[in-house]
């Protein structure tokens, strides 16, 4: 009958009690003296207490969570751990309760054979068996909570130790490349001549950052080179032509020339 | 996934290959003829009745010994749930420590990410000469 009575939505009564007029009607009631046609507009009492249950889709759940024991399920009880106190290695009753369930499967087997009349017994077993396991689990499922959480712990550790150490890393590539680059750093001044610009390809190739910078650096000096050489052939570079051409335009704006 | 869950659905798969197994053969085997009478035709088809059954036992084993290593393999075997509180808070003051450090590190980054944007700043300068 329960499985009748859940569904995903409530039924059509319920929902169609909360029309504006009603929901106006009902705020001059409390829900003890409310009409029984506005009685769906007051929500239940909240449930309270450590037995306090609740109804959601069809199914009783209890307010406070727990894990009912086997004894109250009204199964037996097969391993001999004390179902109150928690279970640090439930790996030999698992075992021996798995063991128990290939045999009783096996005599199933054997029973479906020669008597198959006999099967409920059997099945029965295997119920049990099987509710027993789920149940131990089940029990262990706080423990492995609590297990997962420091696993968790320590990944935040070793990803926090591993930034930094890459960070540090890059930082002292960084420096000692500067210090390279920069033989005289305390004058801030960047000295781009050729010998001293090379990339070490050996160390530094792989860190992005790094080559950004040499590529900077490469630039500078390739732009300045070709200038020096323009310069002392004479000619103007293509930069100077620039600046002459822009300011004779804002001469002429300016009807000087 | 978690392994006590893996363990359960394992479980739960088990119950179904002893159903399916029963299921398969009880729809499927043959016949004995009754004495005096015509022996039935076989439904089976092309099926090899034994390879399959012995399909379906290996099945069953290898699901039993999975079964058997989820159980062998639990987490935190041992552990006792006070040991397992220390450790956490062990762990918290590590990754606390871990943290300084952190900041640090990245304080130290940032201060030489701003020393190269001087230096191709001066160089910009030097090249606008």
Not at chain 1, 69 to 76: D, F, K, N, R
């Amino acid at each position: 009958m329960q499985q009748e009575l859940a569904s995903v939505f409530p039924l059509p009564p319920y929902y169609q009690h909360f029309t504006a007029e009603n929901v106006e009607a009902a705020k001059q009631y409390t829900a003890d003296s409310a009409p029984p046609h506005l009685q769906y507009l007051f929500p239940p009492p909240a449930p309270v207490g450590d037995d306090a249950t609740y109804l959601s889709f069809g199914s009783v759940w209890p307010v406070k969570t727990k894990l009912p024991t086997l004894e109250e399920m009204g199964i037996q009880n097969l391993s001999n751990i004390d179902h109150e106190q928690p279970v640090l290695a439930p790996v030999e009753e698992l075992q021996k309760l798995s063991r128990s369930l290939i045999l009783q499967y096996l005599e199933l087997l054997g029973c479906l054979t020669n008597a198959p009349e006999q099967f409920p017994t059997h099945i029965d077993n295997m119920r049990t068996l099987f509710i027993n396991m789920h149940h131990l689990i089940n029990m262990y499922r706080p423990h492995q909570a609590r297990e997962s959480l420091v696993s968790l712990l320590e990944q935040q550790r070793n990803k926090k130790l591993a930034h930094t150490k890459e960070v540090r890393e890059t930082c002292d590539q960084i420096e000692a490349l500067l210090e390279k680059t920069l033989p005289k750093e305390q004058t801030n001044e960047l000295k781009v001549d050729g010998s001293n610009a090379e990339p070490n390809q050996h160390d530094l190739s792989t860190n992005p950052l790094v080559q950004d910078i040499y590529k900077v650096l490469n630039q500078a000096r390739e732009i300045r080179e070709r200038n020096e050489s323009m310069l002392k052939a004479g000619r103007p570079s293509p930069k100077d032509d620039d600046l002459l051409n822009q300011k004779i335009s804002i001469l002429k704006e300016a009807g000087l020339l | 996934m978690d392994r006590l869950t893996q363990l359960q659905d394992a479980l739960d798969q088990l119950a179904t290959q002893f159903y399916s197994a029963i299921g398969f053969i009880d729809a499927h085997h043959g016949n004995e003829p009754i004495e005096g009478q015509v022996p039935m035709d076989s439904e089976n088809g092309n099926i090899d009745m034994e390879a399959v059954q012995k399909e379906l036992a290996a099945d069953l084993v290898v699901k039993f010994k999975q079964i058997d290593l989820l159980i062998q393999r639990l987490p935190g075997l041992g552990v006792s749930e006070t040991e397992q509180i220390e450790r956490m808070s062990q762990l918290n003051k590590e990754i606390k420590a871990a943290s300084e450090e952190q900041n640090e590190a990245v304080k130290r980054q940032n201060t030489l990410k701003s020393r190269i944007d001087n230096l191709i700043l001066d160089l910009a300068n030097e090249m606008g000469d």
